[in-house]
C-alpha cells in the first residue's frame, strides 16, 4: 500500500463508490444529513458545489490508521523475536488497539462533542503519529502495550469525525463520493499498507514499522494544519447514553451479534497469519501474501454493494459466511505452497470482506432514525471482534498449534451462522402467519427519500 493521493485516486471508480451510494439510499442519508445539516443551510454559510480536495489529506489520514490497525499482524514475529515474548502475548498488542477503538469511541465522541470538530480532528491525528512515534522507540513490551492503547485512543477519535467533516465538503448530491473517498483510505490500508508496514518491518526491524506510521500521519496532520479545513457549525452533541440506548432493543443485538461472532473467527487467525504462512512455507518474507489478502478485501468490499443491492442481505451473509467458513477450515491445507497461500488468501479475504456491506444495511434498516448511531455501534462491534479474536487466538497457541487456529476460529464463525440461520426461520415463521412481511422484503422498502 504504498501511501499518497495518487493511490487513493486509482482505486475511487471502482471501490466504494457504488456501495456508499447504495447505503445512503437505503438508509445512511438521514445520518448524512444529522452531520452536515447545520454546515449547510446556515444563514450566512454557502452550500459548497464541489468536493473539496481536502478531502483527500482526511483520506490519507485513514490510510495512516488503517495501515496502523493491520500492520502488527505482519511483524508479529518480528517482534516477538527482538523483545523475547512469546507470539501469543504480542498478539495481544492488537487486542489493546482495537478494543480501546471498539469501546472508546462512543465515549471520546461524547466527551470531545462540544469542541470544535476540526481542532479535536487535526490534534487526534497528530496524537496518532507521537503514540506511533512512541512505539517505535518503547524500550520494553509493557511500554510498547501502552502505547498501543494511546494508538488506539487517538484513531477512535479521528475516525468518526473524518468521515463526518468528509461529508461536509461536499454538496449533497456528491455526500456518497465523498464518504467513499474518506472510506477509502482505510481499505488501500489493508491492500498496500499493512504489506508494506511488514516489508519494512521485516527488513529494517519492527519499530521502523511504527514509524512509517508516524510519517504518514505526520504527512497528514502538516497538510491539514497548512492547508486548513473550512470551519462548520457542528450539530447538537449526543450524550454517551443516547449513543447506547439502541443496543437494547434485542433485534439490534441479535444483528450485532453474528459480526462480533464472525470477526473473532476471522481475526482470531489473521492477527497470526504470519506465523501460520511461515510455518507451512518455512519462509519469512510475507508481505507479498498480505497484499494478496488485502487485495481480496477491496474486491470484496466492492462486489458486495453490487450484490446486496439485487438480493436480501440475510441470505447473502449465509452464503458469504458459509464460503468464509469453507475457505478457512482448509487454510492450514492449501497454504503449503506459495501458489496455493496466494489463492486460498484471495478467496478467504474476499469472503469476509463480501458481510461488510450485507452487514451495513441491515444495521441502517434496524431503525433509519437512529442510523448514524447504529453506524458507530456497528463499527464499534468490528473492532471488538478484532480485539477478541486475537485475545482468544493468543490464548489459544499456548495449548495449540499455529495450524489449528483456522478451525478454533471456524467455531466462532459457525456460531454466526446458526445465529443468522435462527433469525431467518424465525422471520419467515412469523411471514406465514401473515403478521409481517418477510425481512428482505422489509429491507427493500425502508428506503429513506433523498
Not at 13 to 27: D, V
Not at 169 to 181: E, K, S, V, Y
Not at 279 to 297: E, K, P, Q, R, T
Request: aromatic share 8%; glycine share 10%.
Amino acid at each position: 500500500m504504498l501511501p499518497g493521493p495518487c493511490s487513493f485516486f486509482a482505486f475511487r471508480c471502482n471501490i466504494f463508490y457504488y456501495n456508499q451510494n447504495t447505503l445512503m439510499r437505503k438508509g445512511s442519508i438521514q445520518f448524512m444529513a444529522q452531520t452536515t445539516t447545520s454546515s449547510s443551510v446556515g444563514e450566512n454559510q454557502e452550500i459548497p458545489e464541489h468536493i473539496n480536495p481536502r478531502i483527500i489529506l482526511l483520506s490519507l489520514g485513514m490510510f495512516a490508521l488503517g495501515t496502523d490497525a493491520f500492520v502488527v499482524a505482519g511483524v508479529i514475529p518480528v517482534i516477538a523475536r527482538e523483545t523475547g515474548v512469546v507470539e501469543g502475548l504480542v498478539g495481544q498488542l492488537v487486542t489493546v488497539f482495537s478494543l480501546t477503538y471498539g469501546l472508546g469511541a462512543p465515549v471520546l465522541a461524547a466527551l470531545t462533542g462540544r469542541w470544535s470538530r476540526n481542532r479535536v480532528l487535526v490534534g487526534a491525528l497528530g496524537l496518532l503519529g507521537l503514540a506511533n512515534l512512541a512505539s517505535a522507540l518503547s524500550p520494553s513490551f509493557p511500554r510498547l502495550l501502552l502505547t498501543r492503547i494511546l494508538a488506539g485512543c487517538f484513531a477512535a477519535t479521528y475516525a468518526p469525525l473524518a468521515y463526518a467533516v468528509g461529508v461536509s465538503l461536499a454538496p449533497p448530491a456528491r455526500r456518497g463520493l465523498a464518504l467513499a473517498l474518506v472510506v477509502i483510505g482505510l481499505t488501500t490500508a489493508t491492500a498496500l499498507g499493512a504489506p508494506l508496514g511488514t516489508w519494512v518491518g521485516e527488513q529494517f526491524g519492527w519499530r521502523f514499522s511504527f514509524t512509517l506510521v508516524a510519517v504518514l500521519a505526520g504527512i497528514a496532520f502538516l497538510s491539514l494544519i497548512i492547508c486548513g479545513l473550512p470551519e462548520t457549525a457542528a450539530p447538537a452533541p449526543l450524550a454517551l447514553l443516547a449513543r447506547l440506548r439502541p443496543i437494547t432493543q434485542p433485534r439490534v443485538i441479535l444483528t450485532l451479534l453474528p459480526a462480533l461472532l464472525w470477526n473473532v473467527g476471522i481475526y482470531m487467525l489473521y492477527t497470526y497469519i504470519a506465523l501460520l504462512l511461515q510455518h507451512n512455507m518455512h519462509i519469512s518474507d510475507v508481505s507479498i501474501f498480505l497484499v494478496c489478502s488485502g487485495l481480496g478485501i477491496v474486491l470484496g468490499n466492492w462486489s458486495g454493494g453490487l450484490l446486496a443491492d439485487r438480493f436480501g442481505t440475510r441470505r447473502l451473509i449465509l452464503l458469504f459466511l458459509s464460503m468464509l467458513l469453507l475457505v478457512q477450515l482448509f487454510l492450514p491445507l492449501l497454504t503449503q505452497t506459495p501458489g496455493g497461500a496466494a489463492l486460498s488468501l484471495l478467496l478467504w479475504s474476499t469472503s469476509a470482506a463480501l458481510l461488510f456491506i450485507p452487514q451495513q444495511q441491515r444495521v441502517l434498516n434496524l431503525a433509519p432514525e437512529h442510523a448514524n448511531v447504529l453506524l458507530a455501534l456497528n463499527n464499534s462491534t468490528f473492532y471488538l471482534g478484532i480485539a477478541g479474536g486475537a485475545a482468544l487466538g493468543g490464548l489459544a497457541l499456548r495449548f495449540f498449534a499455529v495450524t489449528q487456529l483456522p478451525w478454533i476460529g471456524g467455531v466462532s464463525i459457525f456460531l454466526a451462522l446458526v445465529v443468522i440461520a435462527r433469525g431467518l426461520r424465525g422471520q419467515a415463521t412469523v411471514a406465514e402467519t401473515g403478521l409481517q412481511a418477510p425481512v428482505d422484503q422489509r429491507e427493500k422498502v425502508l428506503i429513506l427519500p433523498e
